[in-house]
């Protein structure tokens, strides 16, 4: 879908994928334009750390459901020995890598050098992305048991190219790839903003009709309670029944 | 005469390895059904084994090595998985008890992850779930980050060595062992409902999660059962996050 696009050089909701509304997650009603050449992979060792600490940033995107937020509105930063473990043990993990040029912007400089010749930077505009020379625009990991169920954690995309069908699609791989191993019950938490772009992407509210519950306890009022701090919220560790 | 020749192609290719016991790691059925996913990492008994080395791709390492640029960052597994190991497989005994024809009944916890599919099976049926295949059964409690279940071991005044041992419950997580965790197929026999065992199981998940600094703990509940939850610590839908649910559209 995204080769056609790209051939046909603007978006038509054409009526063969009916399923592909044009991505509104900024909610105007306009034609999202679509998205720059990307190289999507699903290979855990194109993961770079520090460049996903950063995306995390950029996203304003937290690991904690209910994070510390400052007055600016910034979530805390996330940990990378705690993400490192969390990636290692995602059944599927997602990076979306772009050109440079894309994201810092259309006007990039022509390099005019000895060796171009006649094609100018044409070469470079038609060499293909690759995870080595690409930036990390787009991430997103799921967790599964291989056999019946699984969940999707932290999707997102790079502010300034959201709204372009890369979160789409970066979900669609990670559905892809879970139908594929014969798992169809996959399931998503979401805020108020993240449910229009999984709605968007084909999920629904659960047909058994079940509840989403959270464990927020945070005090049991007796003396000799323990907690976690998660975030924002400090969770109540049950005691340690002896019989 | 004509000859009719058929010829009969298998439709859809599954190879199912003989259902057995869960020691049965079943490596070679899936290399045989994903062989070209080098990305695949199978996580075999993360209970008790040491969690399988990442592998790079072949033509990963090919194209690493053409291009002489090599920024390709593998993830280094995390350095200590012993922590997890010891403290997550627990066996106590969490009641005992005295019935009246004079045997003596035990109730023994366990997070080693010893369940029998079939006598999962055969629970569930008995609650009145759905049936869903034993491989997948099998594959999801293999891989489930913690396996809680509940055993109940009767000994029978007088005879020695006739222990019955039934599964009277069970519930498991699936977690990324850092930040989400998530509880699916809390179950209990309904004969032994009503005494605080399903709360004992679910206590003790949580407080294995937590101590693991593991805070997003979440699950999704029938409406039946939302008070026992919410008397456990659990909001509905809190500061208004709902779990979404994929559906096929063709």
């Known amino acids: 879908m995204a ?47 520090h460049h996903l600490k950063d995306l995390y940033t950029l996203c304003n995107h937290s690991c904690h459901r209910f994070p510390n937020v400052d007055h600016t509105g910034k979530v805390e930063a996330v940990d990378v020995g705690k993400l490192r473990t969390a990636i290692f043990h995602s059944s599927i993990v997602v990076t979306v890598f772009t050109k440079p040029e894309f994201v810092t912007g259309h006007s990039s400089p022509v390099e005019v050098t000895n060796l171009m010749g006649i094609g100018g930077d044409w070469i470079k505009r038609v060499m293909p992305v690759t995870p080595d020379d690409g930036l990390l625009v787009g991430f997103g990991r799921a967790v599964s048991d291989f056999g019946l169920t699984a969940s999707i954690y932290d999707v997102m995309v790079f502010p300034a190219l959201q709204g372009r069908g890369i979160g789409r ?4 791989k990670i559905v892809r ?4 191993r014969d798992i169809y019950d996959i399931a998503a938490l979401c805020s108020g903003k993240e449910r229009l772009f999984f709605r968007a992407c084909g999920f629904g509210d659960d047909i058994l009709g079940s509840t989403t519950m959270m464990y927020t306890r945070n005090s049991s009022y007796s003396i000799d309670e323990k907690t976690i701090s998660v975030g924002r919220k400090q969770l109540l560790v049950p005691l340690q029944e002896t019989s | 005469m004509p000859n009719y020749c058929t010829v009969v192609l298998p439709t859809a290719l599954k190879l199912y390895p003989p259902i057995v016991s869960l020691d049965c790691r079943c490596q070679v059925f899936y290399s045989l059904q994903f062989p070209l996913n080098l990305n695949f990492r199978l996580r075999r008994g993360s209970r008790n084994q040491k969690v399988s080395q990442l592998k790079a791709g072949f033509w990963e390492s090919i194209r690493s090595g053409i291009l002489k640029n090599n920024t390709t960052q593998v993830i280094e597994p ?55 295949p034993l491989t997948k059964l099998a594959a999801a409690l293999r891989n489930s980050y913690m396996v809680a279940t509940l055993h109940s071991v009767k000994k029978s005044a007088g005879e020695e060595g006739n222990d019955q041992k039934k599964l009277i419950g069970m ?78 559209k063709y």
């Open chain 2, 78 to 132: 995390p350095t200590t998985t012993e922590e997890e190991e010891d403290p997550l497989s627990e066996e106590f005994v969490l009641v005992e008890r005295t019935l009246p024809d004079d045997t003596v009944e035990k109730i023994i916890f366990s997070s080693g992850g010893n369940v029998d599919v079939y006598d999962l099976q055969a629970l569930c049926d008995k609650v009145g779930w759905p049936r869903r």
């Open chain 1, 3 to 49: 080769v056609a696009t790209a051939v046909h050089g603007c978006y038509f909701p054409s009526k063969i994928n009916s399923l592909s509304l044009p991505l509104k997650i900024t909610g105007q009603i306009k034609q999202s334009s679509p998205p720059p050449p990307i190289f999507i992979s699903t290979n855990p060792a194109h993961v770079n750390l």
């Open chain 1, 177 to 180: 790839m879970l139908t594929n």
């Open chain 2, 171 to 248: 519930a498991r997580a699936t977690s990324d062992h850092a930040f989400n965790a998530t509880i699916w197929d809390v179950i209990v026999d309904p004969s032994y409902q009503g005494q605080g065992l399903g709360r004992a199981l679910i206590e003790k998940l949580i407080r294995a999660l937590l101590q693991r600094d593991i805070g997003n703990i979440s699950l999704f509940a029938d409406s039946k059962v939302v008070e026992f939850y919410q008397n456990l610590g659990f909001e509905p839908d809190p500061e208004g996050i709902k779990g979404m649910f994929w559906y096929p």
């Open chain 1, 169 to 172: 699609m970066i979900v669609q």
